[in-house]
Nanobody, 122 residues
Framework: QVQLVESGGGSVQTGGSLTLACTLM????????MVWFRQAAGKEREEVAG???????SYADSVKGRFTISQHKSNNTLTLRMNSLKPDDTAMYYC???????WGMGTDYAYWGQGTQVTVSS
């Protein structure tokens, strides 16, 4: 059974930092794309950062220069280091994985984590 297990959310003040982690378990393919999404209250889910199977990294314009995504293939873990956090970054953060689906293709990923809340106060 494929599972994505997330951790690392929390509450910080503006300018603070958090690191999110997502571990992919039970996945039989060696090639996959992993992406972080977020969804704020009353808003649509949006892409934040992702890594394609060939290592190509993508970021949303709103987080470029502040967030860093990295992947550890040895243990199928994706991390998102978030610096200089702003109240607008407050959202539920989800990681997603798929064999063929990737950045810019929408939200129809095969596998999703349960989400981890990030709250940034002013």
């Amino acid at each position: 059974q494929v599972q994505l297990v997330e951790s690392g959310g929390g509450s910080v003040q503006t300018g603070g930092s958090l690191t999110l982690a997502c571990t992919l378990m039970g996945y039989g393919y060696s090639d996959y794309c992993m992406v972080w999404f977020r969804q704020a209250a009353g808003k649509e889910r949006e892409e934040v950062a992702g890594i394609d199977s060939d290592g190509t990294i993508s970021y949303a314009d709103s987080v470029k220069g502040r967030f860093t995504i990295s992947q550890h293939k040895s243990n199928n873990t994706l991390t998102l280091r978030m610096n200089s956090l702003k109240p607008d970054d407050t959202a539920m953060y989800y990681c997603a994985a798929d064999h063929a689906y990737c950045w810019g293709m929408g939200t129809d990923y095969a596998y999703w984590g349960q989400g981890t809340q990030v709250t940034v106060s002013s």
